[in-house]
């Protein structure tokens, strides 16, 4: 399976560094978290928010979740929007972006839509000991890629940028956004901040402890702060790459 290449500029951007352009997006609530302890799925945005999220997803070349969040909420990875996939396809592109996942083990679902939704590729970056049996899970699926043992971040996005990704879309869950925030690998991240509390230490929280680079002694920049209906939404400038603060 090819990955279309990505557009001209982003793919200068992320032949720069050896990596793609990296965008992490996350909700929470006000006490930071990012679930329920309950078995539905919380809803922590807006319909106004899910537009602008669909808009995102469109400006990129690829849509990274961890295997955790395939299980878990089984998500379709797709643009919603009609009018974005025919401007995608206008531009050269395929309706959605490709989609990506990481998994340490190759516990993932041959059936869930994350690989039968859509006709974007699907790459599955996978840990060094689990690659023969998830090539085999996976066979017509997706493509299957040894990212390593451990399962190294930097490893997938370098062989991204090699596949003509330059803008990278990040979608979670906690312990992915920790991986590429901890190793210093996001280049900006999109924190909407729902008006309620969650309030149960059994729930999940964005990311846990760790080595974070941003710290008292050197904050993220803010490069944006919108009220989109009821929620807030902070834009992080977390390198020099988002000097420009597009979205």
């Known amino acids: 399976m090819g990955v279309v290449p990505a557009r001209t500029a982003d793919t200068a951007v992320g032949a720069s560094t050896g990596r793609p352009y990296v965008l992490l997006s996350c909700a929470t609530s ?74 340490a083990r190759g516990l993932l679902d041959p059936t ?35 990212a390593g043992d451990p399962l190294d971040p930097a490893r997938a996005l370098a062989d991204l940028a090699g596949r003509g990704v330059g803008r990278l ?35 999940p929280r964005f990311v846990g402890d760790g080595a974070f680079p941003w710290h008292p002694g050197r904050r993220a920049r803010i490069a944006e702060v919108r009220q989109i209906g009821d929620v807030v939404l902070v834009r992080y400038a977390l390198s020099e790459r988002c000097a420009d603060g597009r979205p």
């Open 169 to 203: 879309m990040v979608e979670g869950g906690a312990s992915v956004h920790a991986q590429f925030l901890t190793a210093g690998l996001a280049d900006e991240l999109h924190l909407v901040v729902a008006p309620f509390f969650v309030g149960d230490r059994r729930a």
């Open 112 to 146: 869930a839509r994350f690989f039968t939704v859509g006709d974007a590729d699907k790459i599955v970056y996978c840990a060094t000991a689990a690659v023969d049996k998830t090539t085999a899970l996976l066979a017509g699926l997706a493509t299957v890629v040894d």
């Open 30 to 103: 006000i006490d930071g978290y990012i679930d329920d302890a309950t078995e539905q799925r919380l809803l922590l945005s807006n319909a106004e928010d899910m537009d602008r999220i669909d808009a995102v997803r469109a400006g990129c070349d690829a849509i990274l979740v961890g295997a955790g969040t395939i299980r878990a909420d089984d998500p379709r990875l797709v643009v919603r929007s009609a009018r974005l996939r025919a401007a995608r396809q206008a531009a050269g592109l395929p309706p959605s972006p490709v989609k990506v996942t990481l998994t």
